[in-house]
């Protein structure tokens, strides 16, 4: 039956309606998968088997009676940072080891309402700081396609998941890149939604005004269908939107005849991979032969990003991540004082990277700095923001690579950090902008603006 | 005399009566409550946890900015303001720090001819924190409990500009502060139990440097729970620094606690162990915007101020100032003594049975005049007090009529009815049970003659009790007098 875990989604659910099989043999399909390839692929941190053949159970009934939800009986890996109810949820940090929220995430409560099977807790970098999953405090993710290359990150257990097939679908988190950076190294569709579109409820904050939910699957139209269920306005999260949530599925129809196709000069730059580049010419060029209308535009700011995104994240982390005090619940650290307990408990229960953050954005936070670094980088951002409003007055969408590489070997960035920080050169300006952004298969990525009706451009690929 | 002028300062912090606490839906009302029960997830500061801000005590805050004369901006928003104390459950305090609900307002402390203005810098909503317990076990252990039912209640501080002159006035400050929360219903001023939490900034300088405007260095006393500890601390801070420069030395900068057993202040901590909180606004909430519209609404619906109120009760009605205070105690109840005297007229005659049978009948039910659900209706009242008035019941009656206008919400009417009360006020009915009195009760009927007037109130009483109550007192008491041959 292993067979069945390598369908799309949409054929998975086709395949469920006609009764070609049942949710419980698709989900023990993909539990198969899961045992075989887990060993080499090590996307998951925690399996549900138990819950999964559950939900399958309860899913079979929902389609017997009619009117089930494409989603319903499709098994989907949860990046570890989304909290699942009386499922251990650890941010992929030692910190939060055992941490059983007694809540769902609105995300969950969506994918649940539409009767998803969830076949466990994806891998990621810890809090969601890195670019390769290896900062996870637990394991190292290793890229399906080329098991010595990380499959990127911070979404790299969903990512990796979705290509490994131990997963038709999964959700990531994006705040510079987490989704679409592993999605674009491993060759999966990724989508970062407008910011607000998705209730960020129940998802372990790294960067508040920038972390946004979104799916990772392996074509265009199964995330479509998945950001379908979860997008929509949530009272529990002032931020999210009370915009009416599309048909995006009937979106992906439509052709991109006519469709303005902007190319940013300053995402092509010296020393990218030419296979990188090779792959984001082809692929616009397609686009072209299918009718889309390239315009060549600039995003004079694209510089700044980096360093922009580099003061702001630090600076909310560091506040976001104050509550870790081992307190209330997570792995607390016994000490003589109660200064030397907390000192103990972060000090052993936080990685390198997700301390150094800590410590950044205290630094630019503080009085004397505080200007210089956080003030400034707020006005930077709205002149990012502002390079692309202007942009997308002459185009409908912003094609450029998602990634200055191919996967990366294993180990290859981990002693340099702003390496690994360059890993997202080209996916961090986008979240600065509170724009969505897709990346596909061909290494390429899409952004565009608040015409979400233009997602059809996905469809062409 | 002491040759330096007293300069004060006042910080207010006071629980705010919402239903809800400030960003999350538990129940604010926590007293009494076992610890760490009026908590969820959002207020225990659990991962991945969002606030929401509670709408009642954006309108509060906007209520007391507009009583207290301030200026409400036209956008804010909260920040988060950053320290790791076990008490603070994210690790942060979401307060308004930039734009405050309101600032540059003012209060009268004096009277409307001898104005005494306090300004007030900024009246700013934020979320109270857990309470910590430090407890040291039989075995000598110490250690810390975390009590989180207070953790995201409302809280709003009041800060002044440093307007105040001596104690007193700082006193005479907090009481109308207090005054005018409790009035606006939006605070109940207990400062015993913590709800409203007062800090005074005080310095003192020399006649010269007042008229050059210098300041010399504060200190901030807290721990105030009450006028008196205010007034005690800040008598004693004055003498206490006047003596230090009196010495030739410097008042250092420092925030002091009050100890109420040694009466003295005691320095906490000073200004160079002050913390940086790192101010920065709060992604997780989108920026508040009050319309002109939205603050015109709020302003329309605030009670008259009390003061107002009370003075007319007095100059108007011509009630005392006690009883004028105590029917100006909430804007619910002056508003149900207005409704009242539109039907009634007699404010005297309202007044008493307001602040009399009523009152009792209130607190009996244990319930408060905060708001009118469950009394009955001002129009009843109002023509119990006029039947009253007019003779046409008793005062024993209304005593037996109020519980059940409070029990049934039927009208005094049907009340009457139901409970078969009518007046006994002709004579022809009312002389043969005095007969029947009078001669029951001979002993009584010759100390009376014999000039004791007392005992003419008891056989009042044995009338009264005869006619179950139901005897009009006038004729009676004229009635009776006839019979005896006294005068009255």
Same mark, same amino acid.
């Given at each position: 039956?292993?067979? &069945?875990? +390598?369908?799309?989604?949409? !054929?998975?659910? /086709? $395949?469920? *309606?006609?009764? #070609? ?7 023990q ?51 570890? &940072?989304? +909290?699942?109810?009386?499922? !251990?949820?650890? /941010? $992929?940090? *030692?910190?939060? #080891? ?6 769902n ?34 394991q ?6 080329a ?11 969903s990512? +990796? ?65 998945v ?12 931020t ?25 000069k300053?995402?092509?730059?010296d020393?990218?991979?030419p ?7 082809a ?26 995104y ?13 509550r ?24 052993s ?88 952004a ?15 009706e ?8 | ?12 912090h ?17 007293a ?13 500061g ?52 930039s ?26 909503l ?20 975390v ?6 209640v ?12 001596s ?46 405007g210098?300041?010399?260095?504060r ?41 109420l ?18 101010y ?5 909430l989108?920026?508040?915007r009050?319309?002109a ?20 009760y ?9 009883r004028?205070e105590?029917?100006?105690q ?6 149900y ?16 049975l307001?602040?009399g ?6 607190n ?26 007019a ?24 009340a ?28 009584a ?6 000039g ?9 009483g044995?009338?009264?009790?005869a ?17 005896l041959?006294?005068?009255?």
């Amino acid at each position: 039956m292993s067979e &069945l875990s +390598a369908l799309t989604l949409e !054929q998975a659910a /086709a $395949g469920l *309606r006609a009764r #070609e099989f049942s949710s419980v043999e698709l989900t023990q399909a993909v539990l198969d998968r899961i045992g075989s390839v887990e060993p080499d692929v090590r996307a998951y941190l925690t399996v549900t088997a138990d819950e999964a053949l559950t939900n399958a159970r309860a899913a079979d009934q929902r389609l017997r009676n009619g009117g089930a939800s494409l989603l319903c009986g499709i098994p989907g890996g949860i990046k570890d &940072l989304i +909290a699942t109810r009386g499922i !251990q949820t650890t /941010a $992929g940090s *030692r910190i939060l #080891e055992g941490f059983k929220p007694p809540y769902n995430a609105f995300v969950i409560e969506q994918l649940r309402r539409d009767g998803y099977v969830l076949a466990g807790k994806c891998n990621l970098d810890e809090f969601a700081m890195g670019s390769s999953t290896e900062n996870s405090a637990y394991q190292v993710t290793h890229n399906p396609f080329a098991l010595d290359c990380v499959p990127g990150g911070s979404s790299g257990g969903s990512a +990796a998941a979705v290509a490994a097939e131990e997963a038709f679908f999964a959700l990531g988190t994006d705040t510079g890149g987490s989704i679409r950076q592993p999605a674009s190294l491993c060759g999966v569709v990724g989508l970062k939604p407008t910011y607000g579109r998705v209730s960020r409820w129940g998802v372990i904050a790294m960067a508040s005004s920038l972390d946004q939910v979104g799916p990772l699957a392996r074509t265009v139209r199964d995330a479509a269908i998945v950001l379908g269920c979860i997008a929509g306005r949530d009272e529990l999260d002032s931020t999210s939107t009370t915009r009416p949530v599309p048909d995006y599925l009937s979106a992906c129809e439509r052709g991109v005849k006519g469709l303005r196709v902007g190319v940013p000069k300053e995402y092509f730059i010296d020393g990218m991979e030419p296979a990188v580049e090779q792959a984001v010419r082809a692929a616009i060029a397609e686009l072209v032969r299918q009718g889309a209308v390239p315009v060549e535009i600039s995003l004079p700011h694209t510089d700044y990003a980096l360093p922009t995104y580099y003061v702001i994240v630090p600076c909310e982390v560091s506040a976001n991540l104050a509550r870790f005090d081992g307190i209330r619940y997570g792995v607390p650290q016994p000490g003589e004082t109660m200064w030397e307990a907390y000192a103990n408990t972060r000090g052993s229960g936080f990685g390198a990277e997700v301390k150094r953050r800590i410590m950044l954005g205290t630094y630019a936070l503080s009085a004397g700095y505080h200007d210089a670094y956080y003030v400034q980088a707020q006005k930077v951002r709205t002149l990012i923001k502002r390079d692309f409003e202007e942009a997308f007055e002459q185009v409908d969408v912003i094609a450029c690579p998602a990634s200055p590489s191919t996967a990366f070997p294993i180990g290859a960035k981990t002693e340099d950090p702003v390496q690994m920080y360059l890993a997202d050169i080209f996916t961090l300006a986008i979240p600065l902008a509170g724009l969505p952004a897709r990346a596909y298969e061909a290494a390429s990525e899409w952004s565009h603006s608040q015409c979400r009706e233009r997602l059809q451009v996905g469809g062409a690929q | 005399m002491s040759r330096y002028e007293t300069v004060i300062g006042i910080e207010v912090h006071t629980q705010l009566l919402t239903r809800s606490k400030m960003f999350c839906g538990c129940p604010n009302d926590y007293a009494g409550a076992e610890p760490n029960t009026h908590v969820c997830p959002v207020c225990l500061g659990a991962p991945g946890m969002l606030p929401v801000v509670n709408e009642t005590a954006l309108r509060y805050g906007m209520m007391a900015a507009l009583a207290l004369n301030c200026t409400i901006p036209e956008f804010s928003w909260f920040e988060r303001k950053n320290y790791p104390y076990p008490d603070l459950v994210k690790g942060f305090q979401l307060t308004q720090y930039s734009y405050p609900i309101g600032s540059h307002g003012q209060v009268n402390i004096g009277t409307d001819a001898e104005p005494l203005r306090v300004r007030i810098n900024r009246v700013h909503l934020e979320e109270d924190t857990a309470k910590n317990t430090h407890v040291t076990n039989a075995a000598g252990e110490s250690y810390s409990l975390v009590d989180c039912n207070r953790a995201g209640v409302p809280l709003m501080e009041i800060v002044t500009e440093p307007d105040m002159h001596s104690p007193d006035e700082a006193v005479a400050y907090l009481k109308k502060l207090r005054d005018i929360l409790v009035f606006l219903g939006i605070a109940n001023g207990r400062m015993d139990e913590g709800a409203m939490r007062l800090e005074a900034n005080i310095s003192v300088r020399t006649p010269e440097e007042a008229e050059a405007g210098v300041l010399r260095p504060r200190c901030e006393v807290k721990n105030l729970n009450s006028f008196e500890n205010v007034r005690a601390a800040l008598v004693y801070e004055v003498k206490r620094q006047a003596q230090v420069y009196d010495r030739g030395e410097r008042v250092r900068q420092v925030t002091m606690g009050w100890d109420l057993e040694h009466g003295r202040t005691v320095v906490q901590r000073s200004k160079e162990e002050a913390q940086d909180y790192r101010y920065f606004p709060e992604p997780d909430l989108p920026p508040l915007r009050f319309t002109a519209a939205e603050v015109d609404a709020v302003r329309a619906g605030l009670p008259g101020r009390r003061h107002e109120i009370v003075s007319r009760y007095q100059q108007v009605l011509g009630l005392d100032a006690y009883r004028a205070e105590l029917l100006a105690q909430s804007p619910a109840f002056a508003a149900y003594f207005d409704a009242a005297l539109a039907v009634c007229p007699q404010a005297e005659r309202v007044a008493n049975l307001l602040l009399g049978d009523f009152m009792a009948e209130v607190n009996d039910r244990r319930m408060d005049m905060e708001s009118t659900a469950g009394l009955p209706p001002a129009a009843e009242t109002a023509e119990l007090a006029r039947q009253w008035e007019a003779g046409e019941v008793t005062g024993p009656q209304v005593k037996q009529l109020l519980p059940r206008l409070f029990d049934t919400g039927e009208g005094v009417e049907a009340a009457k009815a139901a409970l078969g009360i009518r007046v006994v006020g002709a004579a022809d009915e009312l002389t043969p049970i005095i007969e029947d009195v009078l001669a029951a009760n001979a002993d009584a009927v010759e100390k009376v003659r014999a000039g004791q007037d007392k005992v003419f109130g008891f056989l009042v009483g044995q009338v009264m009790k005869a006619t179950r109550g139901q005897a009009d007192p006038g004729t009676l008491n004229r009635l009776l007098r006839e019979k005896l041959g006294v005068a009255g």
